[in-house]
């Protein structure tokens, strides 16, 4: 392989501190927010486990015992006597009371709204990954590589 002209050089290193800096980084970040969301839906798909449970074996109308982690790891025994209604984070730290079929409502909303945000991502790293692909392809060109042999 031939020396390679300074200005080339100053390019490749360039591109690579653009993949390593800036790409990966956007990339990094967008598969923390999609874990996130993936998160966040299996959250309310277990609180819409738990409803459709209460509601099956009549809980929500003569209550329930359970046991509840006060912290570090230290339970007590609790009585709920009326589970017929919950209290909802809507955002921002609010919390709206709502009965359980009001409850599932929301809850299925939320879970498609979630499901496209996740789409939105898994496009987003995608293009991402073609971008740092792109570059890479452009430096072995300029390094005198065949491109066609990248790795991924």
């Known amino acids: 392989m031939e020396a390679l002209d300074p200005q080339i050089r100053e390019k490749i290193v360039k591109f690579e501190e653009f993949i390593n800096f800036k790409l990966k980084e956007d990339l990094r970040i967008l598969e923390q927010?999609?874990?996130k969301k993936n998160t966040e839906v299996l959250e309310?798909?277990?609180l819409k486990d738990t409803i459709k449970v209460l509601k099956e074996n009549k809980m929500d109308e003569k209550g329930f015992k359970t046991k509840?982690?006060?912290g570090q790891n230290i339970f007590m025994q609790a009585q709920v006597d009326d589970a017929s209604k919950i209290m909802l984070n809507v955002g921002l730290g609010y919390y709206v009371e709502f009965t359980l079929d009001?409850?599932?409502v929301?809850?299925?909303v939320r879970i498609k709204i979630f499901n496209k945000q996740i789409q939105n991502l898994k496009t987003e790293v995608a293009k991402t990954n073609a971008h740092i692909k792109c570059m890479l392809i452009g430096i072995r060109e300029l390094q005198g590589l065949d491109p066609?042999?990248?790795d991924d």
């Open 33 to 35: 927010q999609l874990d």
């Open 44 to 46: 309310f798909q277990q």
């Open 68 to 70: 509840v982690d006060i």
């Open 102 to 104: 009001e409850a599932l």
């Open 106 to 108: 929301l809850i299925d």
């Open 148 to 150: 066609k042999t990248i």
